[in-house]
C-alpha cells in the first residue's frame, strides 16, 4: 500500500519567514494530494491541494509544488505569521483504493 | 451550514463496555470515513464507506464495526473496548471517492478514554 513520510517532524520560523514542509510517497499511481492543518484541540481542515496533471498550485501566502518523478510534494508558506503555527499534515490517494494515506503531520512553529 | 457534526464530544468508557460513535453530514456527500488520530501517528482509517450501501476496512479495523445508515449517517461501534482504543475519532466526508476524489471534510472529533 502507500506510504506518505513528512519531513521534518518539527519546525520553527521567524514570523516573516518563508517555510517548506516536504512529503514523500511510494505509490506511483497516486494522483491527489492534500495538505491539511489542524490546530490544537481542532479538526483538521483542507488548506490546499493539488492532483497529479499539475505540477504547482498557489493561493495567497500558500502554494504546494508536486514532483512525480521523484514522488514528492512540498508546501511553501511565505510572510509566515503566529496564526500559521499548527500541524501540517499531508496525504496521497490512490485511485485504485480511494482512500488517503496520510504523513504523521509536522509541527509548525513561528516565533513572533 | 453544520457540515460534518460528530457525537459524542467527549466520553469516558471502562474496559469491556460497548459504545457508538455517531456522525452525520449535511453535504449531500456520497462518501464517509472513520479516522483515529494518536500522538504521533497522524490520521490513520478504520472503515470507510465509498457509497451509501458499502462499508470496507481501514487501515486499523479491527475492534471496530461500522454502520452506513443512511445517505447522511456513519456509526461507528466498539462492541468491547480496549485501552489501546483510547484516541481521539474523526468522521469525515467526501462528494465521491475514487479518481477525481473531492476533498473531505472534517468533524469536530470525539476524544475517547477507555479506563
Request: proline share 5%; with cysteine; net charge neutral.
Amino acid at each position: 500500500g502507500e506510504n506518505v513520510e513528512q519531513h521534518p517532524s518539527t519546525l520553527s520560523v521567524q514570523e516573516g519567514d518563508s517555510a517548506v514542509i516536504k512529503c514523500t510517497y511510494s505509490d506511483s499511481a497516486s494522483n491527489y494530494f492534500p495538505w491539511y492543518k489542524q490546530e490544537l484541540g481542532k479538526r483538521p481542515q483542507l488548506i490546499i491541494d493539488i492532483r497529479s496533471n499539475v505540477g504547482e498550485k498557489k493561493d495567497q501566502r500558500i502554494a504546494v509544488t508536486l514532483n512525480k518523478t521523484a514522488k514528492h510534494f512540498s508546501l511553501h508558506i511565505t510572510e509566515t505569521q503566529p496564526e500559521d503555527s499548527a500541524v501540517y499534515f499531508c496525504a496521497a490517494l490512490t485511485g485504485a483504493n480511494s482512500k488517503l494515506t496520510f504523513g504523521k503531520g509536522i509541527t509548525l512553529s513561528v516565533r513572533p | 451550514n453544520a457540515g460534518v457534526t460528530q457525537t459524542p464530544k467527549f466520553q469516558v468508557l471502562k474496559t469491556g463496555q460497548s459504545m457508538t460513535l455517531q456522525c452525520a453530514q449535511d453535504m449531500n456527500h456520497n462518501s464517509m470515513y472513520w479516522y483515529r488520530q494518536d500522538p504521533g501517528m497522524g490520521l490513520r482509517l478504520i472503515y470507510y464507506s465509498a457509497s451509501e450501501g458499502t462499508t470496507d476496512k481501514g487501515e486499523v479495523p479491527n475492534g471496530y464495526n461500522v454502520s452506513r445508515l443512511n445517505k447522511r449517517e456513519f456509526s461507528l461501534r466498539l462492541e468491547s473496548a480496549a485501552p489501546s482504543q483510547t484516541s481521539v475519532y474523526f468522521c469525515a466526508s467526501s462528494e465521491r471517492g475514487g479518481p477525481g476524489l473531492e476533498p473531505q471534510h472534517f468533524g469536530d472529533g470525539t476524544r475517547l478514554s477507555i479506563l
